[in-house]
């Protein structure tokens, strides 16, 4: 089992560009979650997905960021017309299908720098 | 939603001796309190956790404690070394969306 898997680790765009972050989670998790961190910050909590199916996205912009987690593939967030201010670390993590209360597993991160 | 405070913020303490971090949420409802250890550019790892029908659980130099009626929860290290020095966060969960308190940075001093 290769743990979550994210890509690029790092990513740099121009102001103005998209940046894709995606996901691939653990062999048999279909609970997927988004999370910035900002330099010397916590984890806010973006996004709650499960196949096909976005649960809670109460932590994401209302505007540029959008997120999927399609049946076949990793989930992506995706960033539209990126700012300096979306420089940040994304982690994304994942858990185990149908059971409540069991430990998310985390992804390396994608560091997202905005030039 | 649910809202989890964590202090202190930062906290330094003398290799061997004891640390403790504290957390409070507001959600009545959440279950599960996991910690987790985030070092240096490395993603956040699970340490222990607890669960609601539980007061208090340990693991070697780690130990978690939970008082529900009051919505506080704790991290105890205990004989700290210098590799336990790393950022921890506390999280609550209900219905698997786990919110994270903001972090304690946890200095061991030689």
């Known amino acids: 089992n290769a743990g979550v898997m994210q890509n690029p680790r790092h990513l740099v765009r121009r102001r103005g560009q998209e940046a894709r972050l995606r996901c691939s989670p653990m062999k048999g998790h279909s609970h997927v979650y988004w999370y910035r961190q900002l330099p010397e910050e916590g984890l806010k909590f973006m996004v709650y997905l499960q196949k096909e199916n976005i649960i809670d996205e109460s932590g994401m912009p209302k505007e540029r960021f959008s997120a999927e987690f399609p049946k076949e593939g990793p989930s992506i967030l995706r960033i539209q017309q990126v700012v300096r201010g979306d420089s940040a670390a994304y982690f994304c993590?994942?858990?185990?299908?149908?059971?409540?209360?069991?430990?998310?597993?985390f992804g390396q991160g994608t560091r997202l720098t905005v030039v | 939603g649910e809202n989890v405070e964590q202090h202190p913020s930062t906290l330094s303490v003398q290799e061997g001796d004891s640390a403790v971090i504290k957390c409070t949420y507001s959600?009545?409802?959440?279950?599960?309190f996991p910690w987790y250890k985030q070092e240096l550019g490395k993603r956040p790892q699970l340490i222990i956790d607890?669960?609601?029908?539980?007061g208090e659980k340990k693991d070697q130099r780690i130990a978690v404690t939970l008082n529900k009626t009051a919505k506080h929860f704790s991290l105890h290290i205990t004989e700290t070394q210098p590799e336990d020095s790393a950022v921890y966060f506390c999280?609550?969960?209900?219905?698997?969306?786990?919110?994270f308190g903001k972090g304690t940075r946890l200095h061991i001093l030689p």
């Open positions: 959600d009545s409802a959440s279950n599960y």
């Open positions: 607890i669960r609601s029908n539980v």
């Open positions: 999280a609550a969960s209900r219905r698997d969306k786990i919110i």
């Open positions: 993590a994942s858990s185990l299908k149908g059971q409540e209360n069991t430990e998310a597993f």
